[in-house]
């Protein structure tokens, strides 16, 4: 476990999940107030909480989600317990589910099978420790303010957030997941994906004019543009390939050959890293389940 202080005010926790780590970055935002954007599966956010100790945080504010994914947020019942001043912070369309998680849970289990029971245990929270957001509100942590907007695309309910003074975005899945060290950019896709909503969010993210993204999966970026335009156009890509497997009346697995065919970037770098084949299915099935929807009206 480890952490790195990016700016005066945000520290990134890097807290291992099933005993690796670089899986899911955790921002802790410090002001005279405190917060944490996306403490991770439960698993991950007991080395959160080891972590924040060390670093001598003794009050925790705000637990803000970037969307309600097991992966992000499955462990805020946790914090919440650890901190009893704090509330967890999250899109209206997340609220329900993170009182009642039984149906990410079954979702979670449908796209990822057993491969879930990594992520700990999974716990609801007191409604009335939930705050739904707006669309553009101010979070004042007292010396430092985020900028919420929402981001659909990755999911209905995604949102970043965005620290103006350091020009830092936190953008949880909304501009997708890098695969191995410096490689690909790959969207973050399970379905129900919008990619066109996801380029729209992107469009949104960029004309934030950001120096430092806050990647979820994983790091925090200083070349904003080349990544955003990276992502762009494979998203782009993925949904023509898409479209046209369609078309043809062909199934996902035809869009996974498809694409490891057309994508050259990623069939070049994929061979290299263990388990990347297993995520890029996942992630072209929100584009094939899209691409049909369209098709179908």
């Not at 099978?113 to 990594?118: S, Y």
């Not at 981001?151 to 997941?177: K, L």
């Not at 896709?189 to 004309?207: F, G, K, T, Y």
């Amino acid at each position: 476990m480890s952490s790195q202080r990016l700016s005066d005010n945000i520290t990134v926790i890097d807290a291992p999940i099933n005993g690796k780590t670089g899986i899911l970055g955790t921002y802790l935002v410090t002001g005279e107030k405190n917060a944490v954007i996306d403490p991770g599966p439960t698993s991950q956010t007991r080395g959160v909480i080891d972590e924040m100790r060390k670093l001598g945080v003794k009050n925790l504010d705000w637990v803000l989600a970037t969307h309600i994914h097991l992966d992000h947020a499955g462990g805020s019942w946790l914090l919440l317990n650890e901190y009893p001043e704090s509330m967890l912070y999250c899109h209206p369309k997340g609220v329900a589910h993170m009182v009642e998680p039984s149906k990410l849970r079954d979702a979670a289990e449908r796209l990822f099978g057993e491969r879930i029971l990594e992520y700990g245990e999974i716990r609801g929270v007191q409604e009335s420790r939930v705050q739904a957001s707006r669309d553009h509100e101010i979070i004042d942590l007292d010396g430092v303010t985020l900028e919420v907007y929402w981001t659909p695309g990755h999911s209905s309910h995604s949102q970043c957030y965005f620290e103006p003074d350091s020009r830092t975005a936190f953008v949880g899945d909304a501009i997708g997941h890098t695969i191995g060290d410096g490689g690909p950019v790959r969207p973050a896709s399970p379905p129900p994906h919008n990619p066109v909503q996801a380029l729209e969010s992107i469009d949104l993210i960029r004309s934030l004019d950001p120096e430092t993204l806050c990647v979820a999966h994983f790091g925090a970026y200083k070349d904003p543009e080349m990544y955003l335009e990276r992502i762009s156009s494979r998203t782009r890509l993925w949904m023509r390939l898409a479209e046209k497997i369609v078309d043809d009346g062909m199934r996902l697995d035809d869009l996974v050959a498809l694409t490891m065919r057309e994508d050259h970037e990623l069939k070049d770098h994929i061979k290299g890293v263990e388990g990347a084949d297993h995520s890029v299915k996942p992630s072209l099935l929100g584009f094939y389940l899209y691409a049909k929807w369209v098709k179908n009206g």
